[in-house]
T-cell receptor
Framework: GAGVSQSPRYKVAKRGQDVALRCDPI?????LFWYQQALGQGPEFLTY????????KSGLPSDRFFAERPEGSVSTLKIQRTQQEDSAVYLC??????????????FGQGTRLTVV | QKEVEQNSGPLSVPEGAIASLNCTYS??????FFWYRQYSGKSPELIMS??SNGDKEDGRFTAQLNKASQYVSLLIRDSQPSDSATYLC???????????WGAGTKLIIKP
């Protein structure tokens, strides 16, 4: 596609439910980022993939959060046993390059997760 | 803890004037600096990057970096109502893939 695509756009989950958020990056983009953005705040880094390799997962807030990108294109962020504090917008971004000075160049429209 | 600070605003500027947005960062080792624009309910959009001291111009936008003062700014000339958005500053120290973000400054351009 022309841009980064995320689905679903909105997700309401009951506390304790597992959710899976999908990101389809721009074709050919090596770098893929997941960010979490709370209302009125800047995004917070969750994890980074370079192709299929997860090179940095230090931002994942707990072991309930898991991300994968098995074929180096589509990525899935999974949250197990959702809690109310997980409510936020989850942003995916991709970039063409894979060097260390990489920047999150193109963002998807985000998935707004509400845990009730 | 590495921090990026921005005035939350709102900053109100008349149409046609220069809007000046400021950002300070705590990590002296920071190497890469970025400005993003985020419209309400939308995702961030990268508008400028700067890596060395001085000014970098791109159309109506100018980014200014002063590493000694740990300060980066964004100037928007000839401000338009369509520039009304939240502007986010983000910083990378070059040792990893993480951007540290400020909370953003809300800019309002008054017609």
């Amino acid at each position: 596609g022309a841009g980064v695509s995320q689905s679903p756009r909105y997700k309401v989950a009951k506390r304790g439910q597992d959710v899976a958020l999908r990101c389809d990056p721009i074709s050919g983009h090596v770098s893929l980022f997941w960010y979490q953005q709370a209302l009125g705040q800047g995004p917070e880094f969750l994890t980074y993939f370079q192709n299929e390799a997860q090179l940095d997962k230090s931002g994942l807030p707990s072991d309930r959060f898991f991300a994968e990108r098995p074929e180096g294109s589509v990525s899935t962020l999974k949250i197990q046993r959702t809690q109310q504090e997980d409510s936020a917008v989850y942003l995916c971004a991709s970039s063409l390059g894979g060097d260390r000075a990489v920047v999150a160049a193109f963002f998807g429209q985000g998935t707004r997760l509400t845990v009730v | 803890q590495k921090e990026v600070e921005q005035n939350s605003g709102p900053l109100s500027v008349p149409e046609g004037a220069i809007a000046s947005l400021n950002c300070t960062y705590s990590d002296r080792g920071s190497q890469s600096f970025f400005w993003y624009r985020q419209y309400s309910g939308k995702s961030p959009e990268l508008i400028m990057s700067i890596y060395s001291n001085g000014d970098k111009e791109d159309g109506r936008f100018t980014a200014q970096l002063n590493k000694a003062s740990q300060y980066v700014s964004l100037l928007i000339r000839d401000s338009q109502p369509s520039d009304s958005a939240t502007y986010l500053c983000a910083v990378n120290d070059g040792s990893n893939y993480q951007l540290i973000w400020g909370a953003g400054t809300k800019l309002i351009i008054k017609p």
